[in-house]
Protein backbone atom coordinates (compact mmCIF):
# COMPACT_ATOMS: atom_id res chain seq x y z
CA UNK A 1 0.00 0.00 0.00
CA UNK A 2 1.21 3.67 -0.67
CA UNK A 3 0.95 4.19 3.08
CA UNK A 4 3.75 1.71 3.50
CA UNK A 5 1.69 0.86 7.20
CA UNK A 6 -0.16 -2.33 5.87
CA UNK A 7 1.18 -5.85 4.64
CA UNK A 8 -0.81 -7.63 2.26
CA UNK A 9 -0.21 -11.68 1.47
CA UNK A 10 -0.13 -11.13 -2.66
CA UNK A 11 -0.64 -7.97 -4.51
CA UNK A 12 -4.44 -8.99 -5.98
CA UNK A 13 -5.30 -8.89 -2.53
CA UNK A 14 -4.60 -5.09 -2.71
CA UNK A 15 -6.98 -3.77 -4.93
CA UNK A 16 -9.60 -6.71 -3.17
CA UNK A 17 -9.32 -4.09 -0.17
CA UNK A 18 -12.22 -1.99 -0.45
CA UNK A 19 -12.02 -0.03 2.84
CA UNK A 20 -7.92 0.94 2.20
CA UNK A 21 -8.66 4.28 0.22
CA UNK A 22 -10.29 5.35 2.36
CA UNK A 23 -7.94 5.02 5.33
CA UNK A 24 -4.76 5.14 3.34
CA UNK A 25 -3.87 8.83 3.77
CA UNK A 26 -4.69 8.65 7.43
CA UNK A 27 -2.40 5.24 8.45
CA UNK A 28 0.75 7.38 6.14
CA UNK A 29 -0.18 10.37 9.21
CA UNK A 30 0.41 7.36 11.78
CA UNK A 31 3.68 6.67 10.39
CA UNK A 32 4.89 9.78 10.19
CA UNK A 33 4.82 9.70 14.00
CA UNK A 34 7.74 6.56 14.30
CA UNK A 35 10.48 8.44 14.76
CA UNK A 36 8.37 10.57 18.07
CA UNK A 37 7.53 7.75 19.28
CA UNK A 38 10.79 6.29 19.34
CA UNK A 39 12.31 9.43 20.83
CA UNK A 40 13.00 7.61 24.08
CA UNK A 41 16.27 8.23 26.46
CA UNK A 42 17.10 4.64 26.99
CA UNK A 43 20.26 2.76 25.90
CA UNK A 44 17.75 -0.01 24.81
CA UNK A 45 15.52 2.78 22.88
CA UNK A 46 17.08 1.26 19.38
CA UNK A 47 15.76 -2.45 19.99
CA UNK A 48 12.56 -2.24 21.47
CA UNK A 49 11.04 0.83 18.69
CA UNK A 50 12.50 -1.91 15.85
CA UNK A 51 9.87 -2.89 13.28
CA UNK A 52 11.51 -6.77 14.25
CA UNK A 53 11.53 -6.08 17.68
CA UNK A 54 10.96 -9.21 19.30
CA UNK A 55 8.96 -8.80 22.75
CA UNK A 56 9.18 -12.63 23.80
CA UNK A 57 13.01 -12.37 23.11
CA UNK A 58 13.78 -9.34 25.00
CA UNK A 59 11.96 -10.53 28.26
CA UNK A 60 13.74 -13.74 28.39
CA UNK A 61 17.12 -11.93 27.32
CA UNK A 62 16.48 -9.66 30.33
CA UNK A 63 15.27 -12.61 32.64
CA UNK A 64 11.76 -10.74 32.43
CA UNK A 65 9.91 -13.82 32.92
CA UNK A 66 8.26 -13.88 36.56
CA UNK A 67 6.08 -11.60 38.89
CA UNK A 68 5.06 -8.79 37.43
CA UNK A 69 6.54 -8.99 33.92
CA UNK A 70 4.49 -12.31 32.90
CA UNK A 71 1.47 -10.02 31.98
CA UNK A 72 3.34 -8.08 29.55
CA UNK A 73 4.12 -11.59 28.05
CA UNK A 74 1.85 -12.69 25.14
CA UNK A 75 2.31 -16.35 26.08
CA UNK A 76 -0.41 -18.09 27.25
CA UNK A 77 -1.02 -18.15 31.06
CA UNK A 78 -1.80 -21.47 33.04
CA UNK A 79 -5.22 -21.73 34.99
CA UNK A 80 -4.55 -20.14 38.79
CA UNK A 81 -4.87 -22.59 41.22
CA UNK A 82 -7.39 -22.58 43.82
CA UNK A 83 -5.40 -20.38 45.98
CA UNK A 84 -5.08 -18.11 43.86
CA UNK A 85 -6.03 -15.10 45.56
CA UNK A 86 -3.20 -15.27 48.33
CA UNK A 87 -0.86 -16.52 45.85
CA UNK A 88 -2.08 -12.84 44.17
CA UNK A 89 -1.00 -11.10 46.84
CA UNK A 90 2.37 -12.82 47.78
CA UNK A 91 2.95 -11.91 44.12
CA UNK A 92 3.25 -8.34 45.03
CA UNK A 93 6.27 -8.88 47.54
CA UNK A 94 8.20 -9.55 44.10
CA UNK A 95 7.05 -6.76 41.93
CA UNK A 96 10.13 -6.00 40.46
CA UNK A 97 12.34 -9.42 40.14
CA UNK A 98 14.39 -9.50 39.03
CA UNK A 99 15.88 -5.76 38.70
CA UNK A 100 17.23 -5.84 42.58
CA UNK A 101 18.82 -2.45 42.62
CA UNK A 102 15.22 -0.64 41.47
CA UNK A 103 13.49 -3.25 44.14
CA UNK A 104 15.36 -1.32 46.60
CA UNK A 105 14.42 2.04 45.03
CA UNK A 106 10.99 1.21 45.00
CA UNK A 107 10.16 -0.81 47.44
CA UNK A 108 12.97 0.39 50.20
CA UNK A 109 13.89 3.07 49.39
CA UNK A 110 13.57 6.92 51.48
CA UNK A 111 10.64 8.72 52.31
CA UNK A 112 9.06 11.04 49.69
CA UNK A 113 9.83 14.12 51.38
CA UNK A 114 13.41 13.09 51.50
CA UNK A 115 13.23 13.39 47.78
CA UNK A 116 14.51 16.53 45.88
CA UNK A 117 11.34 18.61 45.45
CA UNK A 118 9.76 19.25 42.30
CA UNK A 119 9.56 22.47 41.00
CA UNK A 120 7.32 21.88 38.20
CA UNK A 121 5.65 18.59 36.93
CA UNK A 122 7.81 15.41 35.52
CA UNK A 123 7.02 15.73 31.58
CA UNK A 124 9.40 13.03 30.09
CA UNK A 125 11.23 10.11 30.98
CA UNK A 126 14.81 11.79 31.02
CA UNK A 127 13.52 13.91 33.62
CA UNK A 128 12.00 11.35 36.04
CA UNK A 129 14.64 8.89 35.57
CA UNK A 130 17.15 11.88 36.71
CA UNK A 131 14.91 12.52 39.86
CA UNK A 132 14.69 9.43 40.43
CA UNK A 133 18.36 8.19 40.25
CA UNK A 134 17.69 5.76 37.49
CA UNK A 135 20.25 4.79 35.45
CA UNK A 136 19.15 4.72 31.87
CA UNK A 137 19.88 1.67 30.75
CA UNK A 138 17.13 0.30 33.98
CA UNK A 139 14.47 -1.55 31.82
CA UNK A 140 12.02 -0.98 34.37
CA UNK A 141 9.97 1.45 32.63
CA UNK A 142 7.40 -0.52 31.31
CA UNK A 143 6.57 -1.56 35.31
CA UNK A 144 5.87 2.37 36.04
CA UNK A 145 4.12 3.33 32.51
CA UNK A 146 0.62 3.19 33.96
CA UNK A 147 1.01 4.85 36.90
CA UNK A 148 3.41 7.51 35.56
CA UNK A 149 0.48 8.01 33.02
CA UNK A 150 -2.02 8.60 35.59
CA UNK A 151 0.58 11.14 37.25
CA UNK A 152 1.32 13.07 33.68
CA UNK A 153 -3.19 12.92 33.71
CA UNK A 154 -2.90 14.70 36.84
CA UNK A 155 -0.39 16.95 36.69
CA UNK A 156 -0.49 17.96 32.72
CA UNK A 157 -3.69 17.44 31.19
CA UNK A 158 -6.31 17.98 33.98
CA UNK A 159 -5.31 21.77 34.58
CA UNK A 160 -4.70 21.81 30.35
CA UNK A 161 -8.15 20.81 29.79
CA UNK A 162 -10.68 21.17 32.85
CA UNK A 163 -8.82 23.61 34.59
CA UNK A 164 -11.91 24.56 36.33
CA UNK A 165 -11.77 21.15 38.22
CA UNK A 166 -8.35 22.84 40.19
CA UNK A 167 -7.42 19.33 40.40
CA UNK A 168 -3.55 20.32 41.76
CA UNK A 169 -5.41 22.18 44.96
CA UNK A 170 -7.00 18.59 45.70
CA UNK A 171 -5.27 16.59 48.84
CA UNK A 172 -7.17 13.64 48.22
CA UNK A 173 -8.06 12.19 44.99
CA UNK A 174 -10.61 8.91 44.23
CA UNK A 175 -9.59 7.08 40.51
CA UNK A 176 -11.50 4.99 38.98
CA UNK A 177 -9.36 2.70 36.34
CA UNK A 178 -11.42 1.15 33.42
CA UNK A 179 -10.74 -1.86 31.86
CA UNK A 180 -7.77 -2.65 33.99
CA UNK A 181 -6.35 -6.17 34.16
CA UNK A 182 -3.04 -5.77 33.86
CA UNK A 183 -2.92 -2.31 36.41
CA UNK A 184 -4.84 -4.64 38.73
CA UNK A 185 -2.17 -7.03 39.06
CA UNK A 186 0.42 -4.66 39.18
CA UNK A 187 -0.51 -2.81 41.70
CA UNK A 188 2.57 -2.13 44.08
CA UNK A 189 3.76 0.23 41.46
CA UNK A 190 0.93 2.26 41.93
CA UNK A 191 3.21 3.15 45.26
CA UNK A 192 5.14 5.61 43.10
CA UNK A 193 1.65 8.26 43.26
CA UNK A 194 2.42 8.79 46.73
CA UNK A 195 6.05 9.39 46.10
CA UNK A 196 5.63 11.41 43.32
CA UNK A 197 2.24 13.62 44.68
CA UNK A 198 3.00 13.24 48.67
CA UNK A 199 0.83 15.30 49.44
CA UNK A 200 -2.29 13.87 48.05
CA UNK A 201 -4.23 10.66 49.66
CA UNK A 202 -5.12 8.08 46.98
CA UNK A 203 -8.27 5.77 46.49
CA UNK A 204 -7.87 3.60 42.97
CA UNK A 205 -10.80 1.97 42.38
CA UNK A 206 -9.98 -1.03 39.07
CA UNK A 207 -12.79 -1.86 37.74
CA UNK A 208 -13.02 -5.01 34.38
CA UNK A 209 -15.34 -7.14 33.40
CA UNK A 210 -12.54 -9.50 32.78
CA UNK A 211 -10.71 -9.85 36.25
CA UNK A 212 -10.68 -12.87 37.85
CA UNK A 213 -13.45 -13.40 40.08
CA UNK A 214 -11.37 -14.42 43.01
CA UNK A 215 -10.44 -10.81 43.35
CA UNK A 216 -14.06 -9.12 42.83
CA UNK A 217 -15.05 -6.38 46.10
CA UNK A 218 -11.51 -6.56 47.42
CA UNK A 219 -10.88 -3.83 49.70
CA UNK A 220 -6.67 -3.56 49.74
CA UNK A 221 -3.91 -0.97 51.07
CA UNK A 222 -0.62 -0.48 49.22
CA UNK A 223 1.59 0.69 52.63
CA UNK A 224 4.97 0.92 53.31
CA UNK A 225 5.45 -1.62 56.78
CA UNK A 226 8.71 -2.42 58.24
CA UNK A 227 10.69 0.15 55.88
CA UNK A 228 8.97 -2.21 52.99
CA UNK A 229 6.23 -1.33 50.43
CA UNK A 230 3.63 -3.89 50.38
CA UNK A 231 0.37 -5.13 49.42
CA UNK A 232 -2.38 -5.89 52.10
CA UNK A 233 -6.05 -7.18 52.44
CA UNK A 234 -7.77 -4.87 54.58
CA UNK A 235 -9.70 -7.92 56.02
CA UNK A 236 -6.42 -9.63 56.80
CA UNK A 237 -3.96 -7.16 57.87
CA UNK A 238 -1.48 -7.98 60.52
CA UNK A 239 -1.48 -6.44 63.64
CA UNK A 240 1.48 -4.00 62.87
CA UNK A 241 1.86 -0.71 62.85
CA UNK A 242 1.94 0.80 59.43
CA UNK A 243 2.67 4.31 58.11
CA UNK A 244 0.03 6.55 58.19
CA UNK A 245 0.82 7.63 54.45
CA UNK A 246 -0.97 4.20 52.53
CA UNK A 247 -3.39 4.14 49.04
CA UNK A 248 -6.61 2.07 49.18
CA UNK A 249 -7.51 -0.19 46.41
CA UNK A 250 -10.71 -1.59 45.87
CA UNK A 251 -10.94 -3.82 43.11
CA UNK A 252 -14.63 -4.74 41.15
CA UNK A 253 -15.02 -7.47 38.38
CA UNK A 254 -17.60 -5.28 36.60
CA UNK A 255 -18.72 -3.36 33.87
CA UNK A 256 -18.60 0.21 34.62
CA UNK A 257 -22.02 1.19 33.99
CA UNK A 258 -22.84 -1.35 36.74
CA UNK A 259 -20.59 -0.19 39.41
CA UNK A 260 -22.19 1.57 42.66
CA UNK A 261 -19.42 3.78 43.65
CA UNK A 262 -19.08 7.22 45.21
CA UNK A 263 -18.38 9.56 42.12
CA UNK A 264 -15.12 9.60 40.75
CA UNK A 265 -12.69 13.01 40.34
CA UNK A 266 -10.97 10.88 37.77
CA UNK A 267 -12.07 8.34 35.32
CA UNK A 268 -8.84 6.41 33.19
CA UNK A 269 -9.00 3.52 30.42
CA UNK A 270 -5.91 1.63 29.55
CA UNK A 271 -6.44 0.05 26.28
CA UNK A 272 -9.80 0.37 26.12
CA UNK A 273 -10.72 -1.38 23.14
CA UNK A 274 -14.01 0.11 22.19
CA UNK A 275 -14.63 -1.74 19.08
CA UNK A 276 -14.42 -4.87 20.77
CA UNK A 277 -16.60 -5.01 24.38
CA UNK A 278 -20.22 -4.06 23.45
CA UNK A 279 -20.27 -2.70 27.31
CA UNK A 280 -19.08 0.29 26.03
CA UNK A 281 -22.18 1.42 24.58
CA UNK A 282 -23.51 1.58 27.84
CA UNK A 283 -20.44 2.66 30.03
CA UNK A 284 -19.73 5.79 27.63
CA UNK A 285 -23.16 7.40 28.71
CA UNK A 286 -22.30 7.07 32.23
CA UNK A 287 -19.24 8.32 32.04
CA UNK A 288 -20.81 11.72 29.93
CA UNK A 289 -23.65 11.83 32.78
CA UNK A 290 -20.76 11.66 35.73
CA UNK A 291 -19.16 14.69 34.07
CA UNK A 292 -15.85 14.21 35.16
CA UNK A 293 -12.42 14.15 33.60
CA UNK A 294 -12.17 10.95 31.66
CA UNK A 295 -9.02 9.55 29.89
CA UNK A 296 -7.93 6.81 27.69
CA UNK A 297 -4.53 5.37 27.00
CA UNK A 298 -4.96 3.28 23.75
CA UNK A 299 -1.74 1.71 22.16
CA UNK A 300 -1.86 3.28 18.64
CA UNK A 301 -3.63 6.18 16.37
CA UNK A 302 -5.27 3.85 14.85
CA UNK A 303 -7.69 2.76 17.53
CA UNK A 304 -8.49 5.87 18.93
CA UNK A 305 -10.00 6.71 15.44
CA UNK A 306 -12.16 3.77 16.05
CA UNK A 307 -12.64 4.89 19.44
CA UNK A 308 -14.23 8.00 18.08
CA UNK A 309 -16.53 6.11 16.08
CA UNK A 310 -18.00 4.49 18.88
CA UNK A 311 -18.40 7.64 20.80
CA UNK A 312 -20.20 9.31 18.51
CA UNK A 313 -22.67 6.10 18.48
CA UNK A 314 -22.83 5.90 22.35
CA UNK A 315 -23.19 9.26 23.54
CA UNK A 316 -23.29 11.71 19.85
CA UNK A 317 -20.36 13.50 21.83
CA UNK A 318 -16.86 13.28 20.74
CA UNK A 319 -12.70 12.57 22.33
CA UNK A 320 -9.94 15.25 21.94
CA UNK A 321 -7.94 14.57 19.21
CA UNK A 322 -4.98 12.22 20.80
CA UNK A 323 -1.90 13.02 21.96
CA UNK A 324 1.55 11.24 22.44
CA UNK A 325 1.47 9.95 25.95
CA UNK A 326 5.30 10.74 27.43
CA UNK A 327 5.14 8.39 29.26
CA UNK A 328 3.88 5.29 26.95
CA UNK A 329 5.24 1.68 27.57
CA UNK A 330 8.45 1.77 25.49
CA UNK A 331 8.26 -1.45 24.45
CA UNK A 332 6.98 -1.41 20.81
CA UNK A 333 3.97 -3.91 19.77
CA UNK A 334 4.19 -5.07 16.30
CA UNK A 335 0.76 -5.85 14.50
CA UNK A 336 0.58 -8.96 12.18
CA UNK A 337 -0.82 -7.10 9.60
CA UNK A 338 0.17 -4.14 9.62
CA UNK A 339 3.34 -1.62 10.59
CA UNK A 340 1.87 0.84 12.39
CA UNK A 341 4.03 2.23 14.97
CA UNK A 342 2.66 1.38 18.47
Not at 7 to 30: I, Q, T, V
Not at 208 to 221: A, F, Y
Not at 270 to 297: E, H, Y
Request: charged share 20%.
Amino acid sequence: SQCKAVFYCEDKCFPADAEHEHWCAKLASYMAHEAQLADLPFSFAAEVTSEDFSLEDFLFKNKLVSSYWVHWSLQERSPQPHNAYRNWLKGHSNAYEPLRQEADLFMFGPDPHSLPRLKKPLVSWHQYYEWRGLSLSSVVAPLLSSPLSIYYIITSLVPKHFPEVNILKKHSLRIHIIESYRESHTLLTFWELSVLLPHVTFELVFIGEHLPSWCDKRQLLIQKMNGRVIVTDSSLMPHQKAEKRSLKVKVYRSTYHRLQEPEPDLVIGFKPAFLRNDSWFSTLPKLQSLRVPAFFCDISELRCESSQQVMNEATGGAVSSPTINPFHCPLRINGGDNRLPR
